[in-house]
């Protein structure tokens, strides 16, 4: 008898502390691909032998981790853009609240349970949240891909008890973004792929123990990628000629080209009351290249994929994400 | 002083952050949306919100004509790279006996 591999999920909590495991999760989420896994570091004892095969190898360190993809719904979302951002605040009466998740310089530390079936139960605690990416694409799901690091991995003989999943029928779809996948500003019908992607670059420092002691947040890379059926060449002649209708010879421009107007700004919304909304939004981004332009033998349009990278604005923080939902707050258990 | 200033937010508006120690804190703004940091992360977390300090809101009434002998006391002090308002050409009847 085997295991129905369809019978799994993950549950999030945030810590009070580091080293305090949550005791109880505040999400649970089922999982579109992915998941949690403790892992150990194996390594050969390199040494001169009598044989070519190697006498032993040896354990290093032991950590946990994974990159569970979900589907985006309004309130899980919001956990894990707080655990990706580390800054939150909420206001609002009743429902929705307004959630603002904006850059911290340090990140919270979480609990994630791993539940696998009824044949294997996790618990990684002292957890951060690597990276996260949220993609919606024509005709698609708005998915979310967290990448979470754990220094404390445990077994558990029963599952975690239960948060209860939010409602199925409350995903979102790339149409949710109609009219408000802004670049530069403006309404840009013609996104056909929207990416936003916040990788922490969290470094495990080990110490003493088999175990790493600390998450180290290093310089955080967001990135933003859209594809576009293309309408014109302005983008690409304004990143490499620094214009959008250079001279006859023009040569390339040194200047390194940032988005106007708003910059990015991403908003999707659920048909329906009250609001259910999700919005990035980064006002200061550089073009990293426009690329693609593929010549098509059968016709087929000519798409531009664009690359971004946020950098540090005047003031505020670099990225800013809004959801609206029924949840009054996200707190430490 | 170890004081920070106000920052004009909602009133009751949440915030959170995670301390460079890893613990969990929560503060919230007052009735009237003043919420006062503690601490230089506080500050941090509060200036990525984009929140303005409370105290720009208070100084807009400067604006409005202030007696002749005030200014003059002002000018009295040593010149700051803080420019000041509304200060008048000399020959403006509002330009303390420079004209």
Redo the contacts between chains.
Sequence with gaps: MGFPGNDADIAIAIQVAKGTPSVVSSQRLRLVSGGMAGSKAVSDVEETSAGRLRETSFVGSASGGGSPAFTVRPVSIGLLLYLAMGAKAVVGVADPWTHTFTLASALPWCTVWRRLATGLFERFSDCKLNSLTLRSEAGGLLIAEASFMSLTPAHKTAAEAPASFEAAATTFVHADGQGALLYEGASAAEIRRASVAINNNLAMQQGDAISGFDLVEQVQDITAESEHTIQDFNLYRRWMYGAAAPADNAGPSRDVLELGGSGIDFKWTRPGTPERSIRMQAPRVQVQQPSGHDPNASGAPIVETRTHKVYKPAAGSGLTAIVLNSQASYVAS | MADFEPRR??P?????????????R?FRADAKGLVTPRSA?DV??L????LPVARTEAKAPAKTKRPAASRATRSATPATSEPVEDTKGPGHPDAGGNG
Excluded at chain 2, 12 to 24: A, D, K
Excluded at chain 2, 47 to 50: A, V
């Design positions: 937010a909602e009751g508006q949440h915030f959170g952050y995670t301390t460079r120690e890893g613990r969990q929560e992360e941090a977390i200036d990525g919100m984009s």
